[in-house]
């Protein structure tokens, strides 16, 4: 089930974000592209009790590329 959508001619990619995760039930999987990137967001849907997804380039995030490399993480 969708539960938000956003489209606008402006670029204000992360403050959307924020708003949209004001109003997800908890549990809610958001999915997003590359722009949406950034630790903020990942804190606001830790705090919601939220899941997510996010396409971004391979350097957006050193905590991601040493989880990637990291032998002893799950591999699910």
Do not use: M, W
């Not at 004001?22 to 830790?46: M, N």
């Amino acid at each position: 089930i969708s539960k938000d959508f956003r489209f606008s001619n402006r670029l204000n990619e992360q403050q959307d974000a924020l708003e949209t995760i004001s109003r997800l039930e908890k549990e809610s999987l958001t999915i997003y592209d590359r722009l949406y990137f950034c630790l903020k967001i990942v804190k606001a849907h830790d705090e919601r009790g939220n899941h997510f997804l996010f396409r971004c380039r391979g350097n957006a995030c050193k905590e991601i590329l040493e989880f990637l490399k990291d032998p002893k993480r799950p591999q699910t």
